[in-house]
Every structure is written in structure tokens, then in C-alpha cells.
């Protein structure tokens, strides 16, 4: 499975983005995928991550009521909208997919990783 992040980029603490994980070269619809993100001189870290079918989600407790995981099997791509975006969400976000279908919060429940997408929020 190849992963494709995108969407994001420089914003005011206040503002909005929404990334964009595409996937390619297998389905991911039977498995968990997840944002993560990793700042520098911190390890990396589950932000969001999302069940197989949408059964469920996950969202670490710094980001609970500001960002929103989906997921679009059919267009076999994550998205995460991020709202009232605060300098201390300023990272590098990584989406993953996992090795099962649910929701797993260590790296090493992930076997396929994106490139990696830079958000910095200005304050």
C-alpha cells in the first residue's frame, strides 16, 4: 500500500485545514487508519484514527472536539479536518494503516505510512 498525504501548511491559531491521506495499490477499506503526528523532539503520536467500516474512532484528548476523522472506502482515502487549530498542534501528520480493522494506538500497530505532511500554526 503506497499513502499519499496532502492539505497541509501554514495557518493562524484559530483556523482550519483538512489533510488528505490517499491510498493506492491495495484496498485499505478492510483495515484501521489513523493520523499521527510528530513534533519536533517528541515521539510520535496517535491524533486520530478510525475503524475499518467507521465503526468506530479514536481521538487523542488534546484534539477531542476539534478534529474529525472519515474515511471514504470507495475512494480508499482518510481525511482530517482540523478546527480552532492551536501552535501547539504544529507538527508533521502521518496517516497509517493499520494491521487490523480496529483502532490500534501504538506505531507499531501500523504497517503502511504516508510521507508525512507539515502543519505549522502561527500564533
Known amino acids: 500500500v503506497q499513502l499519499q498525504a496532502s492539505g497541509g501548511g501554514l495557518v493562524q491559531a484559530g483556523g482550519s485545514l483538512r489533510l488528505s491521506c490517499a491510498a493506492s495499490?491495495?484496498?485499505?477499506?478492510?483495515?484501521?487508519m489513523g493520523w499521527f503526528r510528530q513534533a519536533p523532539g517528541k515521539e510520535r503520536e496517535l491524533v486520530a484514527g478510525?475503524?475499518?467500516?467507521?465503526?468506530?474512532?479514536y481521538y487523542a484528548d488534546s484534539v477531542k472536539g476539534r478534529f474529525t476523522v472519515s474515511r471514504d472506502n470507495a475512494k480508499n482515502t482518510l481525511y482530517l479536518r482540523m478546527n480552532s487549530l492551536k501552535p501547539e498542534d504544529t507538527a508533521v501528520y502521518y496517516c497509517?494503516?493499520?494491521?487490523?480493522?480496529?483502532?490500534?494506538?501504538?506505531?507499531?500497530?501500523?504497517?503502511?505510512w504516508g510521507q508525512g505532511t507539515l502543519v505549522t500554526v502561527s500564533s
Open positions: 478510525i475503524a475499518w467500516a467507521s465503526a468506530n474512532t
Open positions: 495499490g491495495r484496498t485499505a477499506g478492510d483495515y484501521a
Open positions: 497509517a494503516v493499520g494491521r487490523t480493522g480496529w483502532v490500534g494506538r501504538a506505531v507499531s500497530e501500523y504497517d503502511y
